[in-house]
């Protein structure tokens, strides 16, 4: 089940309805950053997201939060993966690690717009690797529309629901799947997400 949650602007599939519940979150530098976990769990497997809000911290510490929560999963077992990702291409890390029980952790880290946040999950030791967890992760505006990028940075839109015309690409727009869209025919795509 694709859960959005438009507050801590992330979106992932679920096995389920996740709970939630504020946690404590410490940064780097041992200061407490606002938190919220959302968790489920199906038979012996845990899926959660950590999204922790970085946006009130010192740049520095929100910029170090990755490589911080990074350091701490790797001292939960043997890590057997460890390495870059990206999503939509946000930048990112992801860590696998067989703990003592023989459990299996998958991590995924990234950093976006202020929020750090961790998709976790906790698998029995021979259960299939829970990948389309992890690459479902994906990243919200304030609206809930889902954000994506170009390699250069500029920001991707979906066109799904919205009558593009590309014959006239105004100066200022936002680069879509198959062209440009202006600020009034992002309004549109607001209202059809809206509804």
Do not use: C
């Amino acid at each position: 089940k694709e859960y959005r949650n438009t507050e801590w602007r992330f979106g992932i599939n679920y096995p389920g309805e996740p709970t939630s519940e504020d946690i404590e979150w410490t940064s780097e530098d041992d200061l407490p950053i606002p938190a919220r976990k959302f968790t489920v769990t199906r038979g012996n497997s845990t899926f959660s997201v950590i999204a922790a809000d970085y946006r009130d911290a010192r740049l520095t510490t929100m910029l170090g939060s990755e490589a911080h929560a990074a350091a701490n999963y790797r001292q939960l077992g043997e890590v057997t993966y460890d390495a870059y990702m990206q999503i939509d291409r946000v930048p990112g890390l992801q860590i696998q690690l067989t703990k003592l029980d023989g459990r299996r952790l998958f991590v995924a880290i990234h950093i976006h717009d202020g929020f750090l946040y961790v998709a976790e999950a906790e698998v029995p030791p021979r259960a299939p690797p829970p990948a389309q967890f992890q690459q479902s992760l994906h990243f919200l505006d304030e609206n809930g529309i889902r954000l994506r990028y170009l390699p250069t940075g500029q920001r991707l839109l979906s066109t799904e629901h919205l009558d593009v015309d590309l014959e006239h690409i105004p100066d200022r727009a936002l680069y879509v799947e198959d062209g440009f869209v202006t600020p009034e025919q992002y309004e549109v795509l607001l209202q059809h997400v809206n509804e």
